[in-house]
């Protein structure tokens, strides 16, 4: 899987000594690959940088009894090149290169790193993330006797008691978690509280579309997981609920809430009987589809653009094709994306780019103005929004192949970006540089 490290990292990256060292080199079983996103003139990044140094050179010099060969490239969030300079001239790592600015927000991006220090493990054959908290493990376990933390299963972080509701009683009963979920199929995390009117609104919603699943006979089963402040909130917020609930202020609320990557409410994600994951946007599909006609709600390889799309807008890299809203229009954007689009969603939970076509309404006006695009149909555009940039393309005519190659052309940082205008990215009294 060389090529999965090499689209991240590049071909080379560099020692302190300004070595280059081939990416490819660093691939291979039993092989961990360590990402540390770190900054001269970050306190807490130089207090971790020692206790990581020790760590990777006892793995080094034999000393550790873990068999799995650790490597870290550094990627820096210093502001300058005299900054990155003082940074990686004493570690004993690699290092992505200062020049390589792009890739760095990138590698931020794709793993969602907001603050340092973090790091995040790969493993180095198969490319697959291990754990993006190696900065909390081996700050817990400084010796790595757990190294290379693997992730838990999702069942072993849920185990224990849950609350069941109980058909006209206030009083929940509680159940053993591997009892109450065994023989179910789907599995709906629902991550709510009663503080929050969003949730509030939907709260009615789930029940009802919970209860049609039950009537049809789907071996579904959902998990409250709850962000109230006080027990009181909390004891309202369930009555009514007839799923299963995870006690209040038990450890597992903020457990399942990392182990699944979930950063607001109200939010239902959905999961396999396995712990594979099916949509993080459940919410959104259930207010699109109130009959379940369509659940479990794979991802599709393109969707619909609507006000509901503000989520992946605002947090991924989206490609765009706006049509006049036809049917025939439609149709045609369709046959230009699908390739492309099934290929990227081929990616599962690494891929980089979402999919969807646009029509003649007010919410993709919006986002035409958002990113300061004319009116001009067809349009193809790729949308970054948290870099603030979107591209697009010029062809005169887009078929599936003039697609396909702008969208590898942008992949492989061929693409020149234009940048968003700040009063387009401001709007009309929105937060600055998002779409609702």
């Not at 299963?153 to 009083?171: E, M, P, R, W």
């Not at 579309?209 to 909390?234: H, N, P, T």
């Not at 094709?321 to 081929?346: C, H």
Request: glycine letters at 8%; hydrophobic letters at 35%; charged letters at 25%.
């Amino acid at each position: 899987m060389a090529h999965t490290l090499e689209s991240l990292l590049g071909e080379t990256v560099t020692r302190s000594s300004g070595q280059p060292v081939s990416v490819r080199s660093l691939c291979g079983k039993e092989r961990v690959l360590g990402l540390y996103f770190s900054a001269n003139w970050s306190p807490p990044c130089r207090m971790f940088t020692p206790t990581l140094s020790s760590f990777y050179q006892s793995l080094k010099d034999g000393s550790s009894a873990c068999k799995e060969v650790l490597e870290i490239v550094q990627i820096s969030w210093d502001k300058d090149l005299e900054g990155y300079t003082e940074s990686t001239q004493s570690i004993p790592w690699l290092s992505l290169p200062f020049n390589q600015r792009d890739r760095q927000r990138k590698l931020s991006r794709k793993f969602g790193v907001h603050g340092i220090p973090r790091l995040v493990l790969l493993d180095a054959e198969t490319g697959r993330v291990i754990t993006r908290d190696g900065f909390d493990k081996l700050s817990e376990d400084t010796t790595g006797s757990g190294f290379p933390w693997r992730r838990k299963s999702l069942h072993d972080v849920i185990k224990g008691t849950l609350l069941q509701a109980v058909n006209g009683s206030d009083v929940a009963e509680e159940v053993d978690a591997t009892s109450a979920l065994e023989g179910q199929k789907l599995i709906g995390f629902y991550f709510s509280a009663h503080w929050c009117l969003p949730c509030r609104y939907f709260d009615p919603e789930l029940i009802r579309g919970y209860q049609l699943l039950q009537a049809r006979g789907e071996r579904f089963q959902i998990v409250f997981v709850s962000a109230d402040r006080s027990e009181e909130a909390f004891q309202r917020h369930v009555a009514g609920m007839p799923w299963l609930t995870i006690p209040y202020e038990d450890p597992r609320n903020q457990a399942v809430k990392k182990y699944l990557g979930v950063d607001g409410i109200p939010m239902l994600v959905i999961v396999d009987d396995k712990g594979n994951m099916i949509t993080m946007n459940g919410r959104q599909a259930l207010t699109e589809d109130p009959q379940c006609k369509e659940f479990p709600w794979h991802p599709r390889p393109i969707e619909e653009l609507t006000p509901l799309s503000s989520l992946h807008l605002n947090e991924n890299m989206c490609v765009i094709y706006f049509t006049d809203g036809t049917e025939a229009g439609l149709k045609q954007g369709r046959l230009v994306l699908t390739e492309a689009a099934t290929k990227e969603a081929e990616k599962g939970e690494e891929r980089d780019l979402f999919f969807f076509l646009a029509g003649e309404d007010e919410f993709s006006d919006n986002v035409r103005d958002f990113a300061d695009l004319d009116d001009t149909c067809p349009l193809l555009v790729i949308l970054d929004s948290p870099e603030q940039n979107v591209y697009v393309c010029n062809e005169v005519k887009v078929t599936s192949k003039t697609a396909s190659d702008f969208i590898d052309k942008f992949l492989r940082g061929e693409l020149t970006p234009t940048p968003i205008p700040p009063l387009c990215a401001e709007g009309d009294g929105n937060e600055a540089g998002t779409v609702s």
